[in-house]
């Protein structure tokens, strides 16, 4: 299995970023961005199942980011709006076979395979 992350970069403080996660030939049943910040350990981002609507956000990102999924491209998205320092991390795409209850998405264990990560970078 093969997770492309792709869409990180350097953003400005309030500033905007989209990160895509592609899974290589294959439709997974949920998918989770985490991050991981220098010196921090990793922590959930957001989750979201491929089927219906749950979704499930951190409270730090509530409200600024949405993780979405286009269903054709076989792609997942994470929006990043009113960007600040504390965002910036190594972003990871995580995927699992297994349809995971909302409560379950932030369980970095639940997840079968990681993306490579992509570097968001944020100035002030």
């Known amino acids: 299995v093969q997770l492309q992350a792709s869409g990180g970069g350097l953003v400005q403080t309030g500033g905007s970023l989209r990160l895509s996660c592609g899974a290589s030939g294959r439709t997974f049943s949920t998918y989770g961005w985490f991050r991981q910040a220098p010196g921090k350990e990793r922590e959930f981002v957001a989750g979201i199942r491929w089927s219906g609507s749950t979704t499930r956000y951190a409270d730090s990102v509530k409200g600024r980011f949405t993780m979405s999924r286009d269903n054709a491209a076989n792609t997942v998205y994470l929006e990043m709006k009113s960007v600040k320092p504390t965002d910036m991390a190594v972003y990871y795409c995580?995927?699992?076979?297994?349809?995971?209850?909302?409560?379950?998405?932030?369980?970095?264990?639940?997840?079968?395979?990681w993306g490579q990560g992509t570097l968001v970078t944020v100035s002030s």
């Open positions: 995580a995927v699992t076979s297994r349809a995971l209850i909302w409560s379950s998405l932030d369980r970095q264990n639940a997840y079968d395979y």
